[in-house]
């Protein structure tokens, strides 16, 4: 079992940065690949980034190529997402989740409660 709690998120200028983190409990929070998903209202989810469990493997949706990067440090059992010259479309509810499958990831077995990130224009 993996509890997954996500942080950082707010209100924020276009143009401008947020870092939000996800921290998880569990001690196999290094063999777990992780990613981060939005919604925005409505419209369906969406993935915008992932990580493998090693970190040599990421993917990014092409909306958020060159702005935002997803390290993970797995010794604070803890993800994040870098998002750089944010948008106001980037405006949604964030979700980080777990997989325990291998890379790809081909579905997600654990989801925080999301974070709102809201940009202004």
């Known amino acids: 079992q993996v509890q997954l709690v996500e942080s950082g998120g707010g209100l924020v200028q276009a143009g401008g940065s947020l870092r939000l983190s996800c921290a998880a409990s569990?001690?196999?929070?290094?063999?777990?690949?992780m990613g981060w998903f939005r919604q925005a209202p409505g419209k369906e989810r969406e993935v915008v980034a992932a990580?493998?469990?090693?970190?040599?493997?990421?993917y990014y949706a092409d909306s958020v190529k060159g702005r935002f990067t997803i390290p993970r440090d797995n010794a604070k059992n803890t993800v994040y997402l870098q998002m750089n010259s944010l948008k106001p479309e980037d405006t949604a509810v964030y979700y980080c989740?777990?997989?325990?499958?291998?890379?790809?990831?081909?579905?997600?077995?654990?989801w925080g409660q999301g974070t709102q990130v809201t940009v202004s224009s």
């Open positions: 989740a777990a997989a325990g499958s291998s890379w790809p990831v081909e579905g997600y077995d654990y």
């Open positions: 569990g001690r196999t929070f290094s063999s777990y690949a």
């Open positions: 990580i493998s469990w090693s970190g040599g493997n990421t």
